[in-house]
């Protein structure tokens, strides 16, 4: 197989790749659809970059050389631009710098003074820059994104990095003839370059198509665990997280205990300035108990006004320690919106894990019964639940 069948199956690849993105990107959620959109432009460019190479031969090198790499270096610009994009890394104008050196230094060195050594130099160079400016991107989110499509991403941009510097290598060893044609079926070299550039936008491109997914997959997630208003981990996140601390903390015979937190009068705040000013308290003071809770500490919105803090390893005494910081916490930060300043207090009723205990909610339901008794004592205050406590109602039922 000549290098000019192999370019051009590799564009045919990519151009099907592009399409291939192009059809799925609609489906995209609107945050991933910009970073898709400049992936699939890099992919298209890198295919024309690819048919250009092909036809090297049959037109002036001045004007076919420069365009040819003007492209693959405008398609790996592109993919540097949408990886920034996926990860909400602004844009700018700089990033144009390595391809307007690159094109200006193919021309230098393909019209004024030829030399494909020299021309060999600038598009090693500036495809490395290229190449590893998308390696940092990538890896700079090493912390947020641990999805393997990142790291295969990674991996196919320092494979090609590697491949590049190896050939830039071996002509600098071998040395380059001043008649060199990239179509030159004779030289093996030849026959890799265009191998490896074809492939790469291919694996490249289903690896950001699995990044894309993957992001995808952990939006629903975050979406189906959290509180839509607040963000806080929703009732059922909190009923699973519950459950799986409780019965922990029951096989390690250690403390586990929550609060269950709900605002005074919060009705009067809906009552007299409106749902949406009592939306914007809820998120405030889901925000002031975020602040406050301690690593190991779960906030969850249970419904409604009310809020749920579970406790690992705590005691009765350091339970309503753990209450106490979550009460002032949001009695020391007053609500405001706009002109208005309210001050905001909840109650808590805390409980712990007794012995006795078979599950979660035998817990729940004691915090429930304390919370009562907090807000039956005047509000704005912590109840630590006594071992046989029970809602009235509870008590009542009970007795009959
Ligand atoms: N704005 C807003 N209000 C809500 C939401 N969920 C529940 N509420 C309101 O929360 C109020 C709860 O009021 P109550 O249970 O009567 O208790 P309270 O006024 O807080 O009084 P105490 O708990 O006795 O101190 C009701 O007016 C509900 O409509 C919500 O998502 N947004």
Known sequence: MEPATVYL?????????????????????PSLRPSAVSWRIGT??????????????SLPHSFILP???????????????????????????????????GVLGVYWFADVSPNPLGRLVVVSLVWVALLGVCIYTLLQQSRRDRAWSRQ?????????????????????????????SGLDGSLWINMASPVVLSIMPVIGTTAFLLMCSERIRRQWERAASTDYLTGLANRRTLA???????????GQNRG????VIDIDHFKSINDRFG????????????????MACREQEL????????????????????????????????????????????????????????????????????????????????????????PNMRMPAQTAGAAV
């Open 240 to 250: 699973d997280a519950g459950a799986r601390r409780f019965e922990r903390a029951r």
């Open 67 to 101: 365009l040819a790499n003007g492209l693959v270096m405008g398609g790996f610009t592109c993919y540097w631009g949408a990886l920034r994009q996926f990860y909400g890394v602004p844009r700018t104008l700089v990033q144009l710098a390595p391809v307007t050196v």
């Open 256 to 259: 586990f205990g929550l609060g």
């Open 44 to 57: 298209l460019l890198h295919a024309c970059g690819c048919t250009m190479f092909m036809v090297q031969d």
């Open 9 to 29: 199956l590799g564009a045919l690849m990519m151009m099907a790749n592009g399409g291939v993105l192009g059809l799925m990107h609609r489906d995209f959620p």
């Open 275 to 290: 749902h949406d000013v009592g939306d914007a308290a809820l998120k405030h003071v889901a925000a002031k108990l975020e």
């Open 299 to 386: 906030p969850a919105r249970q419904g409604g006004e009310e809020f749920v803090v579970l406790f690992d390893d705590v005691s009765g005494d350091t339970a309503l320690a753990a209450g106490e910081r979550l009460r002032k916490a949001v009695a020391d930060a007053p609500f405001t919106s706009g002109a208005l300043m309210l001050p905001i207090t909840i109650s808590i009723g805390v409980a712990v894990r007794l012995p006795e205990d078979t599950e979660f909610d035998c817990v729940l339901r004691r915090a429930d019964a304390a919370l009562y008794a907090a807000k039956q004592g005047g509000r704005n205050r912590v109840e630590c639940a006594a």
């Open 152 to 180: 295969v991403m990674a991996g196919t941009f320092v494979a090609l990095l590697v491949s590049i510097l190896f050939r830039l290598g071996w002509f600098l060893t071998m040395g380059m003839p001043d008649d060199y």
